[in-house]
């Protein structure tokens, strides 16, 4: 990694999964598209991190790192300032810091991080 890579880390903190779907959800015989018509209700934001992941390096080769940290297991959790933010509800999960600055909160957008991303390449 060097000085110029761009950081994108996204802290969440899901709820507990009572159910064993394999999405990730904690109920069946749901409809993972639901009333929103949003095709990524379902989709864990882990998975959507991933997703987010080979975005980014499609589109930035080798000057991106993605990484996802679950606050409620990893064991930095208890120490991370993003803990207390999402436990206070104070901001919806997940939340994305681009190089240490909270960015966006409540949702992956990958376009809009894309060029976040993208203004901070060109700048240096």
């Given at each position: 990694?060097?000085?110029e890579?761009?950081?994108?880390v996204?802290?969440d ?15 069946h015989g749901h409809?993972?598209?639901?009333a ?8 864990s934001?882990?998975?959507q ?5 080979l ?19 990893d ?7 993003q ?26 957008i ?13 700048a240096?």
């Amino acid at each position: 990694m060097t000085s110029e890579t761009v950081q994108v880390v996204i802290y969440d903190a899901p709820a507990a999964q009572a159910g064993s779907c394999a999405c990730g959800c904690s109920g069946h015989g749901h409809d993972h598209h639901g009333a929103s018509g949003d095709p990524l209700a379902g989709v864990s934001v882990e998975m959507q991190s991933k997703a987010l992941a080979l975005t980014l390096d499609d589109a930035f080769p080798g000057q991106v790192v993605v990484w996802y940290i679950n606050v409620l297991t990893d064991p930095r959790g208890p120490t991370l300032p993003q803990t207390e933010l999402l436990n206070s509800k104070a901001f919806p999960a997940p939340l994305v810091y681009i190089n240490g600055e909270g960015r966006f909160a409540g949702a992956l957008i990958p376009e809009r991080i894309r060029d976040e991303v993208a203004k901070i390449i060109e700048a240096h």
